[in-house]
Nanobody, 113 residues
């Protein structure tokens, strides 16, 4: 059974940085397209960033500030978040997309001014 565990969330001030990690167990990360989504209170879950063999993809709201990557040696996906804004506050979820899609439990990111 594939499991995803996110970590690295927390509270930061505007302009700060955080790096989220998503450790994949029970499967090989290179077999999946990896994605990051976020959900703010009262909102639907929204796409943030993704990575596959073709490259990386970002929502317009985070392009130029966030960087998604994977490390096949540690079977981990990362989301580096720089220049954080209050509107980035949300629960961030990692997903592995393949013949079956898997989701992590989420990690809270709070950006305060």
């Amino acid at each position: 059974q594939v499991q995803l565990v996110e970590s690295g969330g927390g509270s930061v001030q505007v302009g700060g940085s955080l790096k989220l990690s998503c450790e994949v167990s029970g499967g090989t990360i290179s077999n999946y397209r990896m994605g990051w989504y976020r959900q703010a209170p009262g909102d639907d879950r929204q796409f943030v960033a993704g990575i596959n063999q073709s490259g990386t993809y970002y929502s317009d709201s985070v392009k130029g500030r966030f960087t998604v990557s994977t490390d096949t040696a540690t079977n981990t996906a990362y989301l580096q978040m720089n220049n954080l804004k209050p509107e980035d506050t949300a629960v961030y979820y990692c997903t592995a997309i393949g013949s079956t899609d898997y989701w992590g439990q989420g990690t809270q990111v709070t950006v305060s001014s």
